[in-house]
């Protein structure tokens, strides 16, 4: 599937004339002449500044304390400055912070590799892929995960060990993300062994003076029982923070499999979840609890996106597509839900049966205007309410 161009850059393709073009082509039309795609330097010039206050306060509160098991709250305080150093990578990463390519790059290492330990070239790469096949089988890096299993095919196939982790899943989910840090460096680590990242020794020496400066500062100033265990609470919290604030976004809606021909606009709406809040709600989860206008149009800036919900929902209303959006509660139960489903097809008894919620279902439907679809229907839980998703896919292109 081609990745539209607005997904590669801010300004996107040209704007064609009313009436031309796909149904995305029309959104993308409006979008743009509602300005919704200009940067907005001096919202970030601001965020970036409150974001490094907060973690140069949260280091100069470290020095301060000094040998103190109080260290533990300046820990929890500096996971979530890491998080939202995160969400400011993610940005550049998308390239919604700046209108040149190298300067969202230059912030992106920035905020990864020198200030959180995470490589962004790894993670920009990683997250494209994502972006280009939300929650598809064999495609989407996001769900093809060992620990997890997000379709009842997958489970199914699952042996050992792995099956048994799959059949508790969801309750194994929580304590599974103290760990989302770990795997996060370890990934950013085996990165620099392979050429998958373009400016890989500067990656390397930015990750490398994390290291160096977060570890010394920690050994030098705590002792090592102390020291080791503010590591843990920093990195378990800081992990769990990014993985309850990603958990939402797809985790629980539709899983398609690797021949889908769905068109991009449905592709990205339907297996994309919101997350209905206020400006807390926007601050804590970054902006991705707008996932659906974030996949859309993933060069938005960040505070477009709020701007952006009622102009692209009123869209799908018109086009008959469902738009998915609930609260944060719900959400978690939502994935909670699906995981769950998902790992009694381990069990023998599911072998013969299946879940709407953990695997799709083709169902074959008359032509019509003259055309040879068949059409794909999930039944999803949305809003406590069962929602019947429709989406074309052609038999024989």
């Not at 500096?78 to 209108?99: E, I, K, N, T, W």
């Not at 990683?126 to 997890?148: G, W």
């Not at 449905?266 to 970054?286: E, I």
């Not at 959400?331 to 998902?342: D, E, K």
Request: proline letters at 5%.
């Amino acid at each position: 599937m081609d990745i539209p161009p607005a997904m590669e850059s801010g300004g996107g393709r040209r704007a064609e004339p009313a009436g031309r073009g796909s149904e995305y082509a029309m959104l993308s039309r409006r979008v743009r002449r509602a300005g919704l795609l200009d940067r907005r330097l001096r919202y970030y010039a601001w965020k970036i500044t409150l974001t490094a206050l907060a973690l140069v306060a949260g280091w100069a509160a470290f020095a301060v304390l000094g040998n103190s098991w109080w260290q533990l709250g300046t820990a929890v305080f500096l996971a979530l400055a890491f998080a939202q150093v995160g969400f400011l990578g993610h940005d550049a990463g998308h390239r919604q912070v700046f209108r040149t390519r190298r300067a969202n790059y230059v912030l992106g290492i920035l905020c990864g590799n020198l200030a959180t330990g995470l490589s962004c070239g790894w993670w920009t790469g990683k997250h494209n892929r994502h972006h280009a096949h939300p929650n598809t089988e064999d495609a989407d890096p996001d769900i093809m995960l060992s620990v997890l299993a997000f379709s009842g095919a997958r489970a199914q196939a699952s042996r050992g060990i792995q099956r048994l982790v799959f059949r508790y899943q969801a309750y194994l989910l929580v304590p599974m993300l103290f760990f989302e840090a770990i795997g996060l460096h370890a990934s950013s680590i085996r990165a620099m062994t392979r050429r998958v990242c373009q400016n890989r020794a500067w990656e390397a020496v930015l990750l490398g003076v994390h290291a160096a400066v977060y570890l010394t500062a920690i050994f030098l100033v705590l002792p090592p029982v102390k020291a080791v265990a503010f590591i843990v609470v920093q990195q378990g919290v800081f992990g769990f923070y990014l993985g309850c604030s990603f958990a939402p976004n797809h985790k629980g809606m539709p899983v398609l499999a690797a021949s889908d021909k769905t068109d991009f606009l449905r592709r990205q709406v339907l297996t994309s979840r919101n997350v209905r809040g206020g400006w807390l709600t926007d601050f804590a989860l970054g902006g991705l609890n707008y996932q659906i206008e974030h996949h859309l149009f993933p060069s938005m800036p960040r505070p477009s996106l709020r701007r952006s919900q009622p102009l692209i929902a009123a869209f799908c209303a018109e086009n008959d597509v469902p738009y998915c959006e609930t609260t944060l509660l719900e959400s978690y139960a939502q994935a909670l839900r699906h995981l769950n489903a998902t790992g009694k097809h381990t069990r023998p008894a599911a072998a013969t049966t299946t879940t709407a919620a953990a695997t799709a279902q083709p169902l074959t439907e008359p032509t019509r205007q003259g055309r040879e679809p068949h059409l794909v229907s999930w039944a999803i839980s949305c809003e406590s309410s069962t929602v019947a998703i429709r989406t074309e896919e052609s038999l024989h292109p």
